[in-house]
């Protein structure tokens, strides 16, 4: 599992004023606390020396190490003890001079040793919502709000099979996927006419897999490509794009809708399989749809990325009409 760099950055940017806020309320809490009572200034004072004369004592600057220790702990209690009661004296909770954090786990470091503390990766989960519904409606699109009635029920004379029921096995299917991701899952190609659903199981896919801490990056054919173009081609914005450009080549999971409604140039079949070969070179896992199907598709793009769409891909076809009229029509 990888965690993409410039979320985890904006992260640690959110811990970190957290943090700050949190000190300047524990100095105003501090100076307020002095002001009603300046013995306490005293106090916290000989409390941080003798801190500091335990780490040199630690370090066996000392005749007696155990002795001393034992000696400044007992002081140390004691002028706890009289801080909490000068407290109390100018009504102040005994606490109030305890710095507070928000994770005491990591004390709103981010880390526990060199491991990530479970706040930071909550802010890095936060923060990949955050960008994901910058592209998605997140909030509407989940698996339980699919709904299998707007298919129609009546089978297919050619196949025998009802769209509710090819419909019924593409939903388990992206359902067990997303629940089950993991970097031996399969690379998916949702194919199928417009309005047929595809966009909306791949932003539940794109939704689970985020929220089980992988990292995801959602994007259009058509906003890929650009990304690359302006990478290499623009000026305004190339470094921004160069970032988002490694972020797609490298994330857990890339999902690129509506392949194939792209403008197709030379440049954008280049960068089409620049960013499969990338991808598959690393093991990283795709999923990707289209309204055009795998002939379709090989009459627009080259032999070498349908090499890699029919052989690395499982294709999921997708069954029905437009489910975006029958919505209307049922209100």
Known sequence: MSLDGKLLRRAKERLDRRRAQNEEEYARRREEAYAKNPRLRDIDRRLREGAAQAVMTALGRGTDPVEALDALREENLNLQESRRMELLRVGLPTDYLDEKYVCPKCRDTGYRGTELCVCLLELYAQEQRRDLSALLKLGEETFDSFRLDYYDDTPDPATGISPRAVMAYVYDLCCQY????????????????????????ST???????????????????GAFS?????????????????????????????????????????????????????????????????????????????????????????????????????????
């Not at 992988?214 to 994007?219: A, K, L």
């Open 178 to 201: 997303a629940r089950g991701f993991s970097s031996e899952s399969l690379n998916l190609f949702l194919s199928g006419g417009t309005g047929l659903g595809k966009t909306f199981l």
């Open 227 to 331: 990304k690359y173009e302006t990478e290499k081609f623009g000026k305004d914005g190339a470094e921004e794009a160069r970032a988002d450009v490694r972020r797609m080549e490298n994330c857990d999971l890339l999902i690129l809708d509506d392949l194939g409604t792209e403008f197709t140039t030379a440049y954008t079949v280049s960068a089409l399989y620049t960013l499969l070969n990338t991808r598959l070179t690393g093991g990283k896992k795709t999923v990707i749809s289209s309204n055009l199907t795998v002939e379709e598709l090989g009459a627009r793009y080259s032999p070498a990325i349908m090499s890699r769409l029919l052989g690395e891909f499982h294709t999921v076809k997708f069954a029905g009409s437009d489910v975006r009229l029958k919505k209307k029509s049922m209100g």
């Open 204 to 222: 539940c896919i794109a939704r689970e897999v985020s929220e089980r801490g992988y990292s995801v990056v959602y994007d259009t054919a058509a």
